[in-house]
């Protein structure tokens, strides 16, 4: 069975950063691409960045772009999403889903919350 | 970007049919195949894949659901609407990046 477990949420305080992590069981880790998708409180979804197999290939959401850094250890069978800069706009349930270039998100994790505040 | 727009809200009785209209900026079709894929999401759940390459049902989908269109004009059709079904609806695009989703639309009970 395909488990996708975000951690590393919480309160942070706006200029500050913190480090998402998404732990990946049930499936061979290192032959997906994956991604980190967010959706704000009562709003719709955003997706944030992609992160391919092997790393070759990151793309960003020019949201993000220059502030946050996906990055993936395929022998820990994790994924991370390093957020630096935080803003108040960046405060949002933030998920992990594997894909394929050009396939739906399949699989999702059950999200961590961030809350960016003073 | 490639823009998806969903219409925010839809009213409709239990049993019967349901359509949620997206209607994307640019094509999204490529090589014959649709790059566009539909997700219900309830509160308090992480989304859900129905409907991918924008007419084949997801693995454990029920066949009440359906998805149709090409191009720039695609519709996701609930047939008949049960009780269960009341979420919201997303579409997604995965032809370019960024990937971008419509804003949803509220399936509720009319």
């Known amino acids: 069975e395909v488990q996708l477990v975000e951690s590393g949420g919480g309160l942070v305080q706006p200029g500050r950063s913190l480090k998402l992590s998404c732990l990946a069981s049930g499936f061979t880790f290192s032959n997906y691409g994956m991604n980190w998708i967010r959706q704000a409180p009562g709003k719709g979804l955003e997706w944030v960045a992609s992160?391919?197999?092997?790393?070759?290939?990151?793309y960003y959401a020019d949201t993000v772009k220059g502030r946050f850094t996906i990055s993936r250890d395929n022998a820990k069978n994790t994924l991370y999403l390093q957020m630096t800069s935080l803003r108040s706009e960046d405060t949002a349930l933030y998920y992990c889903?594997?894909?394929?270039?050009?396939?739906?998100?399949?699989?999702w994790g059950q999200g961590t919350l961030v809350t960016v505040s003073s | 970007d490639i823009v998806l727009t969903q219409s925010p809200a839809l009213a409709v009785s239990l049993e019967q049919r349901a359509t949620i209209s997206c209607k994307t900026s640019?094509?999204?079709?490529?090589?014959?195949?649709?790059?566009m894929h539909w997700y219900q999401q309830k509160p308090g759940q992480q989304p859900k894949l129905l409907i991918y390459e924008g007419s084949n049902l997801a693995s454990g989908i029920p066949a009440r659901f359906s998805g149709s269109g090409s191009g720039t004009d695609f519709t996701l059709t609930i047939d008949p609407v049960e009780a269960d079904d009341i979420a919201t609806y997303y579409c997604?695009?995965?032809?370019?990046?960024?990937?971008?989703f419509g804003a949803g639309t509220k399936l509720e009970l009319k």
């Open positions: 889903a594997r894909h394929v270039i050009h396939t739906p998100f399949a699989y």
């Open positions: 997604q695009q995965s032809k370019d990046y960024p990937y971008t």
């Open positions: 992160i391919s197999s092997s790393s070759s290939y990151i």
């Open positions: 640019q094509n999204v079709d490529n090589y014959g195949i649709s790059y």
